[in-house]
């Protein structure tokens, strides 16, 4: 189903909304995790929620159940731990 290897992390408005989407991606077989994010954005989001597949599955996900996100995380967010 996918790459165990593959993440993807991408900013999340509010930690309702990345609560909301850690929801979806655990009932479709996903593991995620919301963390903190402390000065990665520059558009104020404060978390951002990692998730076990690449980013167009995430992004495919969060638009069809109309959660909003911000941008998505490269490799600046992968020592954060």
Same mark, same amino acid.
């Given at each position: 189903?996918?790459?165990?290897?593959?993440?993807?992390? #991408?900013?999340?408005?509010? #930690?309702?909304?990345?609560?909301?989407?850690?929801?979806?991606?655990?009932?479709?077989?996903?593991?995620?995790?919301?963390?903190?994010?402390?000065?990665?954005?520059?558009?104020?989001?404060?978390?951002?929620? %990692?998730?076990n597949?690449?980013?167009?599955? #995430?992004?495919?996900?969060? %638009?069809?159940?109309?959660?909003?996100?911000? %941008?998505?995380?490269r490799?600046?967010?992968?020592?954060?731990?």
């Open positions: 189903m996918y790459d165990e290897t593959e993440k993807t992390a #991408v900013m999340m408005p509010s #930690v309702t909304h990345a609560m909301k989407a850690k929801k979806i991606f655990s009932s479709l077989g996903f593991r995620s995790d919301i963390k903190r994010a402390s000065g990665i954005s520059q558009k104020g989001c404060m978390h951002y929620i %990692e998730v597949t690449n980013a167009e599955n #995430v992004t495919s996900i969060l %638009e069809r159940n109309n959660i909003k996100y911000g %941008e998505l995380l490799k600046r967010w992968e020592h954060d731990d």
